[in-house]
């Protein structure tokens, strides 16, 4: 079974620029969650799309967006690039809420901002 | 904030001996896990306990939950070198769909 697979590895970015971030979640799975891993200050939640709805959202600008689409594979985008973006941003995939399942999370896509 | 916090920040252990590590929360759970990443990596579930259970054994991992002190530990026994990774605890807040993960504890075996 493949697993959560995100694109690209790594993104370098100019300040105002704007980055799109892939993911595709394991088969059969309906949800996919995006975190922000800035360093040293752990896992923020970003978004949840589930079955192509957005359904819950962390406390970023509105620069941070996002689809799920019908495949369920999911992209981010963030626009107006800021040198604080700079990251390992991170998919998990799973069914439904996060709090009650083991999410299964890609390798992340660590973007630069120069 | 951040619903979870673990403690300590860093511990280095000499392989073969037990690692513990600590999350202390805010508000009321159903839930909560723990995560390994290993460097640059993705984050690797470990394992899931109930805010109606107190202990959780896989393998040589043992969760404990005390739900009074708001508090989680995960107990690593017989250390290895490819334990060496950064633990995380994540909390749902009661009624809250997402989870919310702690700025984690980085674990250090010494071969």
């Known amino acids: 079974e493949a697993g959560v697979t995100q694109s690209p590895t790594h993104l370098i970015k100019t300040r105002g620029q704007q980055a799109t971030l892939r993911c595709s979640p394991i088969?059969?799975?309906?949800?996919v969650y995006w975190y922000q891993q800035a360093l040293g200050l752990g896992l923020q939640f970003l978004l949840w799309?589930?079955?192509?709805?957005?359904?819950n959202r962390g406390n970023f600008p509105p620069r941070f967006s996002g689809r799920q689409f019908p495949n369920y594979s999911s992209e981010l985008n963030v626009n107006a690039l800021e040198l604080e973006d700079s990251a390992l941003y991170l998919c998990?995939?799973?069914?439904?809420?996060?709090?009650?399942?083991?999410?299964?999370f890609g390798d992340g896509t660590r973007l630069s901002i120069l | 904030s951040q619903q979870g916090e673990e403690d300590p920040q860093a511990l280095s252990i000499q392989e073969g001996e037990n690692a513990t590590m600590n999350c202390s929360y805010k508000?009321?759970?159903?839930?909560l896990q723990w995560y390994r990443q290993n460097s640059g990596r993705g984050l690797v579930h470990l394992i899931l306990?109930?805010?109606?259970?107190r202990e959780k054994h896989s393998g040589r991992l043992r969760v404990t939950l005390d739900t009074s002190k708001k508090s989680s530990s995960l107990l690593i026994t017989a250390s290895r070198a490819a334990d060496t990774a950064s633990y995380f605890c994540?909390?749902?807040?009661?009624?809250?769909?997402?989870?919310?993960f702690g700025t984690g504890t980085r674990l250090t075996i010494i071969p």
């Open positions: 998990a995939s799973g069914w439904g809420q996060a709090s009650n399942q083991p999410q299964h």
């Open positions: 088969s059969g799975h309906t949800s």
């Open positions: 799309y589930d079955e192509g709805e957005e359904r």
């Open positions: 508000t009321s759970i159903n839930n």
């Open positions: 306990i109930r805010s109606n259970e």
């Open positions: 994540a909390t749902d807040g009661y009624g809250n769909e997402k989870l919310t």
